[in-house]
């Protein structure tokens, strides 16, 4: 189980990344719409997740800025007191994250995902490890469904899907 996992959560990631590729860093907080949530955003709210991850599977323990993260984007957050510009830094810390991840999860056994979710509130919906590493590939997607939507709304053209064969040749 954990090589699809494992492909699923590579594949959502490398597509998230490629939808804020060619966004200008000026550009990472537009909004078409109050409340939208803007690229910036999402890759802090995807950070948080995976950092919390790392977290639930013992690998790792909360950084330092955790609070700080749940503070700017968590469910919850408006706009927070946070240094959009570190963008980058943003990117290099989603890549680690992931990095390490998928690591953990492909060393995972049957046994593993099959653990009880340590957060009560979360395994709510989600009662083992497997279940919230697969509504994490969910996740991912529903906020890269966020960042197609915010591309076209600010006139970038939609970016290749990861999920599919690549393209060759013009069409």
């Known amino acids: ?3 699809y996992l494992t492909w699923a959560l590579d594949r959502a990631r490398e597509h998230t990344l490629l939808l ?4 200008p860093r000026e550009a990472m907080e537009l909004q078409a719409a109050p409340h939208e949530r803007h690229p910036a955003w999402i890759l802090g709210h995807l950070l948080l997740a995976d950092s919390y991850l790392l977290f639930l ?3 790792e323990p909360l950084s330092d800025d955790f609070p700080l993260l749940v503070e700017a984007f968590g469910p919850a957050s408006v706009r927070a007191p946070v240094d959009y510009d570190a963008t980058p830094q943003l990117i290099d810390r989603l890549r680690r994250t992931h990095a390490v991840r998928l690591a953990r999860v492909r060393a995972m056994t049957d046994q593993d995902m099959a653990q009880p979710l340590p ?3 979360l ?3 989600q009662s083992t490890l497997g279940h919230h590493l697969h ?3 969910f996740h991912e997607g529903y906020h890269a469904g966020q960042l197609s939507s915010w591309r076209k709304a600010h006139g970038l053209p939609a970016v290749h899907w990861t999920f599919g064969p690549a ?4 069409a």
């Not at 804020?20 to 966004?23: E, L, P, T």
């Not at 393209?167 to 013009?170: E, I, V, W």
């Open 119 to 121: 957060d009560k509130l």
């Open 123 to 125: 395994a709510q919906a």
């Open 20 to 23: 804020v590729a060619d966004v």
């Open 167 to 170: 393209r060759t040749g013009a």
């Open 57 to 59: 599977l013992a690998v």
């Open 135 to 137: 509504g994490l590939v």
């Open 1 to 3: 189980m954990s090589e």
